[in-house]
């Protein structure tokens, strides 16, 4: 069993930053699938970005294109996400999910992709 650790939420105002990291104790993230989806109060869930096994293709939701950016680093151990210009609707909480590595070129912003999921951080805009 992968367990998904997200940290990095937290209050920030509008128009301001934060950056998300996802992490697998006792692995690095290297190859693998993982998704960015988010839930506020009342609503359903939605998927927010993703990033594919080789991190040649990225995904994001037309409500955060251009201001949010997915990416995994050097040292495979962690994939962000950059979340700049931060709205008030922007908040809630961001669920990091992973799949295995996959030999498909694409991610897919579906939730049902995703067998492994963190417990959330959550993410409040608000002046």
Excluded: H
Aim: proline share 5%; with cysteine.
């Amino acid at each position: 069993q992968l367990e998904v650790v997200e940290s990095g939420g937290g209050l920030v105002q509008p128009g301001g930053s934060l950056r998300l990291s996802c992490a697998l104790n006792g692995f690095t993230l290297d190859y693998y699938v993982i998704g960015w989806f988010r839930q506020a109060p009342g609503k359903e869930r939605e998927a927010v970005s993703c990033i594919s096994s080789s991190s040649k293709y990225t995904m994001y939701a037309d409500s955060v294109k251009g201001r949010f950016t997915i990416s995994r680093d050097n040292a495979k151990t962690t994939v962000s996400l950059q979340m700049n210009s931060l709205k008030p609707e922007d908040t809630a909480v961001y669920y990091c999910a992973v799949r295995r590595p996959s030999l498909s070129p694409v991610c897919l912003l579906a939730a049902d992709e995703y067998p492994y999921w963190g417990q959330g951080t959550q993410v409040t805009v608000s002046s």
